[in-house]
């Protein structure tokens, strides 16, 4: 079972920065591909971000350009740079790791709350 813990939420205005961290529990996090999602009160979660194992990256349309995910495996982290933040991404951010395709496996970690406002 992998543990995922989200870190670096918080209150910020509008056209800030944050950086939030995902943290992983065992080595074996870099065979997984991560995302990060966000979820905004009465909307389901959507996908932001993703990275595999080798590092490609691929955004949501709404975050490109602004968000930059990465990966540093020495450390077991994922994080998400997040620049020129505005209301709309208002949410509760979750970490995602998944593997495989005939024996498929998936985790999340609690989520972390970012708030955009002035």
């Known amino acids: 079972q992998l543990q995922l813990v989200e870190s670096g939420g918080g209150l910020v205005q509008p056209g800030g920065s944050l950086r939030l961290s995902c943290a992983a529990s065992?080595?074996?996090?870099?065979?997984?591909?991560m995302g990060w999602y966000r979820q905004a009160p009465g909307k389901s979660r959507e996908l932001v971000a993703t990275?595999?194992?080798?590092?490609?990256?691929d955004y949501a349309d709404s975050v490109k350009g602004r968000f930059t995910i990465s990966r540093e495996n020495a450390v077991n982290t994922v994080y998400l740079q997040m620049n020129s933040l505005n209301f709309e991404d208002t949410a509760v951010y979750y970490c995602?790791?998944?593997?495989?395709?005939?024996?498929?496996?998936?985790?999340w970690g609690q989520g972390t709350q970012v708030t955009v406002s002035s």
């Open positions: 995602n790791a998944r593997r495989g395709t005939t024996y498929y496996v998936e985790f």
């Open positions: 065992e080595s074996s996090f870099a065979r997984y591909t």
């Open positions: 990275i595999t194992s080798g590092g490609t990256t």
